[in-house]
């Protein structure tokens, strides 16, 4: 069993900088994926980003590709998303995903086999 808990989110303008931190329950933290989904009103959940559980892997979404990272500390049983050049379309609500499978790219192009998702936290960013 594992809770993801978000934190870091924020109204922001465009242009600045945050970083999101996802903190985990249970001593097997280290042994899961870890990747950020995110989900714009009207709009489906659309992957973010993904690392390994040894963070020698990472994948990103295009629309993010050089201007977020991910990273983890496992001994802290926590994974961040630091969110750089910060646009309006990235306002969203950003989720927390722990899962079983070993290769980042399969978190993104199938987040049905995500084994457990944070409550989220709301990210908006004005022009």
């Known amino acids: 069993q594992v809770q993801l808990v978000e934190s870091g989110g924020g109204l922001v303008q465009a242009g600045v900088s945050l970083r999101l931190s996802c903190a985990a329950s249970?001593?097997?933290?280290?042994?899961?994926?870890m990747g950020w989904f995110r989900q714009a009103p009207g709009k489906e959940r659309e992957f973010v980003a993904a690392?390994?559980?040894?963070?020698?892997?990472?994948y990103y979404a295009d629309s993010v590709k050089g201007r977020f990272t991910i990273s983890r500390d496992n001994a802290k049983n926590t994974v961040y998303l630091q969110m750089n050049s910060l646009k309006p379309e990235d306002t969203a609500v950003y989720y927390c995903?722990?899962?079983?499978?070993?290769?980042?790219?399969?978190?993104?192009?199938?987040?049905?086999?995500?084994?457990?998702w944070g409550q989220g936290t709301q990210v908006t960013v004005s022009s």
């Open positions: 995903a722990a899962d079983t499978r070993r290769r980042p790219t399969i978190v993104a192009t199938s987040p049905e086999g995500v084994a457990y």
């Open positions: 690392i390994s559980w040894s963070a020698d892997s990472t």
């Open positions: 249970g001593r097997t933290f280290s042994t899961y994926t």
